[in-house]
C-alpha cells in the first residue's frame, strides 16, 4: 500500500521532489498532458454549450495505466502539477480520467522546488481551482474553433495544407506590416561632422546640428579651415542609472536573446530544466514581484559579497497589460549558488538570472555626465563634447541591461578637465554622409516584447507562437547580408581639405524574422475576410475574458458564445463570397514573347509565369521558381525574366553537362543524373563552372563518407552517416543507435537486434486521412 501518492507533470520534476519527501511519499510522472481534445467532429459539441470531447492520446495509455494502478494502492493523491492555468488543467484531467475521489485528492503548488517549498505545500493543500481550469478550457476550445473553421478556407480559397490560428495570425501580421513599412521606406542623406581636438586627451565633440546638403557640409567645412574654436561652457550634472526589474518570461526571453543569442524556445526549453532540477522559481510568469524571504536572501548575499553600500532592497511592481495570477518573479532558489552544475546553456542561463536579481537588490550606479559646449567663430553651430564618468558602480559591478538598439554609444568617454574661454585646437574635422534608418525588422526577442506591449498571448504562449510561425513556413529567421553603399566623405586636416567617395556595407540582417510569400498572401487574405480575428486589440480583449474566466467573473461557455457566433457567420460569407487568393501580381511584358509576367503562389510555393495556359491552341505557360529572399510583393519584371534563363548549361566536366535549375527543394547542379544543392550563397543566376565543380566534389565526398558499412549478410541492412551521427537502415526505415554505441564495432547481429526492439525513426503519419511527411 502506497501511503502518499504524488503525481507531476515531468520525469525530472519528480525525481527533484522525491528528494525532498520522506519514504512515505511516492512521486510519479504524467510525463505532461494525457488527454486532449478528440480531432473527430471538431472534439467540441457546439450546440452542448460548446461542451468539449477529450480522449487520452494513444502514447498517454500505458502512462494512465500505470497511474490506476498507482492511485488504487494509494491513501492519498497529491496532485502536485504546476501552479498556472495549463498545470492546474493537468490536475483536473488526471482527476477526471484516473476518476479521482474528492476526498482522496489532495492539490499542491509551489513556485519553487525547494524542500520549505514542498513541505509547505504539503502543509497547505487545496481543492482544485475550476476557474483556472476553465480559463485554460476556454483557451483551448478557441483555438481550436478558430483552427479547425479557418484552415480549410485557406486550403480552398489559397493553397492546400494551410493553417491559422488566433495568437499566431496576429503575430504574423506584425511582421507583414513591419516588412511592408521596411519596403516603403525611403531613406534621405545628411552630413554627420565630427571634430578631434588636440589635447593630452584627444576630445571628441559633434556638431549640434545635422547639414542636409553636399553644399552645406562643404561651406561648413571651408569656413572650419580659419575658425577659432572656444569653450563656452562646462556643465557638469550629477546622473544614476537603476537596475532593471527581475526577470518574467519575457523580459528573460529578450534578454537571452540579446546576450546569449539563444531562441526563445531554446530559453524556455532550458529555463524549464532549471526549474526541475530545483535552481529557479517557476519560469512561465509575468510578475516582478520578490518574496520577502528572496529580499532577504539577496540582502544576505550582497552585503557578503559587495559590502553594505552596495545593498538597496527594492520592491517591483507589475505592469504589463493583463498580468496573469500573482506569481514571483524568475529568481534563483538559492541565492548563495552562484554557480549551478549542468550543460553549458543551463549554467549561462542561470548566470544571467542570478546577476538580474541580485542586480534588482542592489544600489543605484551614481554618475557624473560632462557636457562641453565649443564655438565656432565662423559659424552659428556648435561643437558639443559629452563624457561620463563613474562614480560609484552600484549595480553594475554586477549587471546592465541589454538593449534592441544596435546604433553605438559615442560620446561617453572621459573628458580631459576645461573651462570656460579655453581655446581648442583642432586635429581634424570630417563631414561623412549618414543615411535615415530604416524601421527594424523584428527579432524573435523584440516580437515578443511587441506582443507582451499588446497584450497578445501570455508568458505560456510566446515561444510556441513564434516556434508555429516559423515551422509552418509562414516567417524564415535567417541572417542576410548587407548590400554595399557608397557615401561622401570630407575631412578638413592640417589645413587641407579632402572628399572622397567611400563604400560601407548596409542592410546586413542577423537572425530577424522576415515574412514569406505565403505568409503575406495568408495574412491580406485573414485581414480582409476576418477583420476581427486579425485586429489586435480585439485579441488583446479575448486575452482579457481569459482572465475574467481565471477570477471567475465570467462563464467560460458564454465568452465561447459571444466569440463564436460571430466568427463563424464570417466563416459561412467567406467560403461563399470570397475570391481566390494566390497573391498574383502582374510584372509587365515580355520583351521576346509579347506575353504577360506575372508572379504568384504556385503548389509549391512562389513562382514567375510567361503567358496563360491554352489548351485549344496547345499554348503552355512557362514557369520559374523564386529564389529565396525574392518577395511577389518586391520582384522586378527584369528579375522575374532572368528566372527563365534557367535551367542553365554552365559546360562540361568530365565529359557529361553541367546544369544550374530550380527545383522543389531550392537550387541545384545537375550532373551525370545526380542533383547537388546549392549552398546559401550561391546564386544561380551567376553561378560559374568552376564553383558547380566543387559543389560537385563537395557532394561525391559527402556520399562517399556516408556509407560507414553495408553487411554481406544482408545487403538491405546498412550502417550509414547521417546529420545527426551514425544510424542503421534496413529495408527503407532508419534506426537511432542507442547512446554510446561505436558504430564502428557494431556487428550484423548488434545490429539485427537495434531493429527488432525499436520503431523506425522514419515511418510516415497520417493526419486527417493525408500522408503528413
Not at 289 to 301: G, P
Not at 757 to 769: F, I
Request: with cysteine.
Amino acid at each position: 500500500m502506497i501511503q502518499n501518492l504524488v503525481i507531476v507533470e515531468s520525469p525530472a520534476k519528480a525525481k527533484t521532489i522525491e528528494k525532498f519527501l520522506g519514504k512515505e511519499f511516492v512521486v510519479k510522472s504524467s510525463f505532461g498532458h494525457i488527454r486532449d481534445l478528440s480531432k473527430k467532429n471538431l472534439g467540441i459539441d457546439i450546440e452542448k454549450g460548446f461542451k468539449p470531447e477529450y480522449i487520452v492520446n494513444d502514447d498517454k495509455k500505458k502512462v494512465v495505466d500505470d497511474l490506476r494502478k498507482s492511485v488504487a494502492e494509494s491513501e492519498t493523491v497529491w496532485l502536485a502539477s504546476d501552479e498556472d492555468r495549463e498545470g492546474e488543467a493537468i490536475a483536473w484531467h488526471l482527476s477526471e480520467v484516473l476518476k479521482l475521489d474528492k476526498k482522496k485528492i489532495k492539490r499542491i503548488v509551489f513556485h519553487e522546488i525547494t524542500k520549505d517549498a514542498i513541505q509547505n505545500a504539503i502543509k497547505n493543500p487545496r481543492g482544485i481551482d475550476y476557474n483556472l481550469v476553465n480559463a485554460q478550457q476556454a483557451r483551448r476550445i478557441l483555438d481550436r474553433l478558430v483552427g479547425f473553421e479557418l484552415s480549410p478556407i485557406l486550403w480552398k480559397k489559397v493553397k492546400p495544407a494551410l493553417s491559422a490560428g488566433r495568437v499566431q495570425s496576429v503575430a504574423v501580421r506584425l511582421l507583414v506590416e513591419r516588412e511592408r513599412e521596411v519596403f516603403a521606406f525611403s531613406s534621405s542623406s545628411f552630413f554627420k561632422v565630427v571634430a578631434l581636438f588636440k589635447g593630452d586627451t584627444e576630445i571628441k565633440a559633434e556638431l549640434s546640428e545635422k547639414l542636409l546638403t553636399l553644399k552645406e557640409a562643404l561651406d561648413f567645412i571651408e569656413n572650419c579651415k580659419t575658425a577659432i574654436f572656444t569653450v563656452s561652457d562646462v556643465s557638469k550634472k550629477p546622473s544614476k542609472k537603476t537596475p532593471a526589474p527581475p526577470f518574467t518570461t519575457s523580459t528573460l526571453q529578450q534578454e537571452a536573446s540579446r546576450k546569449l543569442n539563444f531562441s526563445v524556445s531554446q530559453t524556455m526549453t532550458i529555463a524549464q530544466k532549471l526549474y526541475e532540477a530545483g535552481h529557479i522559481t517557476y519560469m512561465r510568469t509575468d510578475s516582478v514581484n520578490l518574496s520577502d524571504t528572496a529580499i532577504d536572501a539577496a540582502k544576505k548575499t550582497i552585503i557578503e559579497e559587495f559590502g553594505e553600500k552596495y545593498h538597496n532592497p527594492r520592491r517591483f511592481k507589475t505592469k504589463s497589460k493583463g498580468a496573469q495570477e500573482a506569481h514571483e518573479a524568475i529568481r534563483p532558489t538559492y541565492f548563495d549558488k552562484q554557480k549551478i552544475t549542468g550543460s553549458t546553456g543551463e549554467q549561462r542561463l542561470y548566470d544571467l538570472i542570478w546577476k538580474r536579481t541580485i542586480a534588482s537588490q542592489m544600489s543605484d550606479a551614481q554618475l557624473e555626465k560632462t557636457t562641453v559646449t565649443i564655438n565656432i567663430s565662423t559659424s552659428t553651430y556648435k561643437f558639443i563634447a559629452s563624457g561620463e564618468v563613474i562614480l560609484f558602480d552600484g549595480f553594475l559591478r554586477v549587471y546592465l541591461e541589454s538593449t534592441d538598439d544596435d546604433s553605438d554609444e559615442s560620446g561617453k568617454d572621459l573628458l580631459p578637465p576645461m573651462k570656460a574661454g579655453q581655446i581648442l585646437t583642432p586635429k581634424e574635422i570630417t563631414a561623412n554622409e549618414r543615411f535615415t534608418q530604416r524601421p527594424p525588422r523584428y527579432t524573435e526577442a523584440s516580437l515578443v516584447k511587441k506582443l507582451e506591449e499588446l497584450g497578445i498571448g501570455r508568458p505560456s504562449t510566446y515561444a510556441p507562437t513564434i516556434s508555429t510561425i516559423i515551422t509552418r513556413g509562414y516567417v524564415l529567421k535567417e541572417d542576410r547580408e548587407g548590400i554595399i553603399r557608397k557615401y561622401i566623405s570630407i575631412l578638413l586636416k592640417s589645413g587641407k581639405i579632402t572628399k572622397e567617395e567611400k563604400t560601407e556595407i548596409t542592410g546586413a540582417e542577423k537572425a530577424k524574422l522576415f515574412p514569406s510569400d505565403i505568409g503575406i498572401v495568408v495574412n491580406d487574405f485573414l485581414v480582409e475576410y476576418f477583420k476581427n480575428i486579425l485586429n489586435y486589440n480585439f485579441t488583446a480583449t479575448v486575452e482579457k475574458d481569459f482572465d475574467e474566466i481565471a477570477e471567475g467573473k465570467i462563464e467560460w461557455a458564454k465568452m465561447i458564445e459571444q466569440f463564436y457566433r460571430p466568427f463563424h457567420k464570417d466563416v459561412e460569407k467567406t467560403l461563399l463570397e470570397s475570391d481566390y487568393s494566390k497573391g498574383e501580381r502582374v510584372l509587365g511584358t515580355d520583351p521576346k514573347t509579347g506575353k504577360s509576367v506575372t508572379v504568384r503562389i504556385g503548389r509549391f510555393g512562389p513562382i514567375a509565369q510567361i503567358g496563360e495556359n491554352d489548351t485549344e491552341k496547345n499554348v503552355k505557360a512557362q514557369y520559374a521558381s523564386l529564389l529565396k529572399g525574392q518577395l511577389i510583393e518586391t520582384i522586378t519584371l527584369e528579375e522575374a525574366l532572368s528566372l527563365f534563363n534557367l535551367p542553365r548549361n554552365l559546360g562540361l566536366y568530365e565529359e557529361k553537362e553541367v546544369v544550374i535549375g530550380i527545383g522543389r527543394f531550392g537550387p541545384y547542379v545537375r550532373h551525370a543524373s545526380k542533383f547537388f544543392s546549392l549552398k546559401k550563397e550561391d546564386n544561380p543566376i551567376t553561378i560559374n563552372l568552376p564553383r558547380a565543380i566543387e559543389i560537385i566534389e563537395e557532394g561525391r565526398k559527402k556520399e562517399r563518407e556516408k556509407v560507414i558499412r553495408v553487411f554481406e549478410e544482408e545487403s538491405s541492412l546498412q550502417l550509414l552517416n547521417g546529420r545527426w551521427g551514425a544510424y542503421i537502415n534496413y529495408k527503407g526505415d532508419n534506426y537511432k543507435l542507442p547512446k554510446g554505441s561505436d558504430p564502428q564495432k557494431l556487428n550484423y547481429s548488434d545490429c539485427i537486434k537495434i531493429v527488432n526492439e525499436q520503431k523506425p525513426t522514419n515511418k510516415k503519419k497520417k493526419v486527417s486521412g493525408k500522408t503528413k511527411r
